[in-house]
């Protein structure tokens, strides 16, 4: 397990610099901020890499009210600006008030709008659409009652920030980002050597990571004939 710092001073020993320091991420200057700068962005590019990474899932619940059928980002999170990215549609489920379970279907927007277009009737809501202007989520039918859907959802990049911070990144790609970051101080050093190994692991450890860290694809079955 590596720490935002460790990190730090794994990269100047990759690239061959004298030194060990810095002592500490915050408030580094000149070459040492620069180090702890390239760490940061290189965190942020692999988690950049793809939307659906396994290791940005988080978990999340939230309340639902009779008579409302649309709820934004602050109804879900209740901050104003959660570290929300994308929904991870086939997830929302819904508890009654019995304790049953049901899986939310997604539906696109504008055909869950025509669909209930003329229904007033509210009762435990069976589908959602997402509003893509604000990502809030639409409800239908719209509940008659209080209920509580879980869902996941994928964060945005985690930005790095204290010395014992250690990145979301599972433990064995931790060195990936140091990697990423030699690679760009290769560039800024005028090193080419030191750009082409590291950006060369660095897309070796990122294809590793792809097998494990993605969702898998489903194949449909087709019907023998």
């Known amino acids: 397990m590596a720490t935002y710092k460790d990190l730090v001073q794994v990269t100047r020993l990759l690239c061959g610099m004298q030194g060990t320091g810095p002592s500490s991420v915050t408030g ?5 901020g620069v180090l702890v700068r390239f760490i940061q962005d290189a965190y942020v590019d692999i988690q950049s890499r793809r939307e659906e990474w396994d290791f940005l899932l988080k978990d999340k619940s939230f309340t639902v009210q009779a008579g409302v059928g649309e709820y934004t980002l602050l109804n879900i999170f209740s901050v104003t ?16 008030s019995n304790g049953h379970k049901t899986y939310l279907k997604y539906v696109e927007r504008d055909v869950l ?4 277009l003329n229904d007033t009737q509210q009762k435990l809501p069976t589908q959602y659409a997402i509003n893509p202007e604000n990502n809030a989520l639409i409800l239908r039918p719209v509940p008659d009652g209080v209920y509580t859907v879980d869902l996941r959802y994928w964060r945005s990049p985690e930005i790095l920030s204290v010395d014992t911070q250690v990145p979301l990144l599972p433990i064995s790609f931790h060195n990936m980002i140091a990697y990423a970051a030699a ?3 290769g560039v800024y050093l005028g090193s080419p050597e030191v750009f082409q190994e590291y950006s060369s692991k660095t897309e070796y450890m990122m294809g590793q990571l792809m097998r494990i860290g993605l969702p898998k694809k489903r194949m449909s079955q087709r019907p023998m004939v």
Request: no cysteine; proline share 4%.
């Open 28 to 32: 580094a200057i000149g070459v040492e």
């Open 81 to 96: 600006n959660p570290d929300f990215k994308k929904y991870k549609k086939d997830s929302l489920i819904i508890t009654d």
């Open 113 to 116: 709008e025509a669909r209930y």
């Open 183 to 185: 690679a760009k101080m």
